[in-house]
């Protein structure tokens, strides 16, 4: 089993819907939190950081966390076309930046207009 | 501000031929990271900088691969000699070391043949 556990899609919705995005993970020591977004042949751009269990919202997206599940979330409200990337959950053991993130393997969404 | 710069975005090499790639972080980023993205997947560490020490190299492939950061700003990744497994994307990434937050080159995309 892979420490961290992403469906990789692909995933197409209508423009306008909500899209619910997911990763589990196994070791209970992860304690930060991240969604990359990752356009095609471009690098992945950071998104949402979280630290504690719980919500946290920024425009459309809503970053979700439950540790005692070992389950994270990325809500996108509205979906536009411009959404259409790959997401990648990242996480890691501390926030000293000396821990490198582990990545899911990302999920594949597509906007249709 | 500038971002994380990477050289050259794409390179095709015959097997066995050596390849390089370079990366300029952004400015007062003390850590440095080198990824390996397969096609389908998330990014994997090679290799990670805390300026110009190696902290973490437990992933590269020291029998091709190697790794150097003079003067702890940029970073070269070498490879000699090139398998065609080695065929993938290559994304340097820095970070300001107190804190998890990894900011992505556009990456390199190397094609061996």
């Known amino acids: 089993q892979k420490e961290v556990e992403q469906d990789p899609g692909p995933l197409s919705v209508p423009e306008g819907a909500i899209v619910s995005l997911n990763c589990t993970y196994s070791n209970s020591a992860f304690q930060y939190f991240m969604w990359y977004r990752q356009y095609s042949r471009k690098g992945p751009e950071l998104l949402m950081y979280t630290y504690s269990s719980g919500n946290k919202e920024d425009g459309r997206f809503t970053a979700q966390v439950d540790k005692s599940s070992k389950y994270i979330s990325l809500f996108i409200r509205d979906s536009q076309p411009s959404d259409s990337a790959t997401y990648l959950c990242?996480?890691?053991?501390?926030?000293?930046?000396?821990?490198?993130?582990?990545f899911g393997k990302g999920t594949r969404l597509s906007v249709i207009a | 501000e500038a971002g994380v710069v990477q050289s050259p975005r794409y390179k095709i090499i015959e097997k066995k031929q050596p390849v390089a790639f370079w990366c300029n972080p952004i400015s007062g980023h003390n850590t440095l990271y080198w990824y390996l993205q397969n096609l389908g997947q998330g990014p994997e560490l090679l290799i990670r900088y805390e300026n110009e020490e190696a902290v973490d190299d437990s992933q590269l492939p020291k029998d091709r691969f190697s790794a150097e950061r003079l003067k702890g700003v940029d970073s070269t990744l070498k490879i000699q000699p090139a398998e065609l497994g080695d065929s993938a994307v290559y994304l340097c990434?820095?970070?300001?070391?107190?804190?998890?937050?990894?900011?992505f080159g556009q990456g390199t995309r190397l094609t061996v043949v």
């Open positions: 990242a996480m890691s053991f501390t926030n000293s930046g000396n821990t490198p993130l582990v």
């Open positions: 990434a820095s970070s300001p070391g107190v804190n998890t937050e990894a900011f």
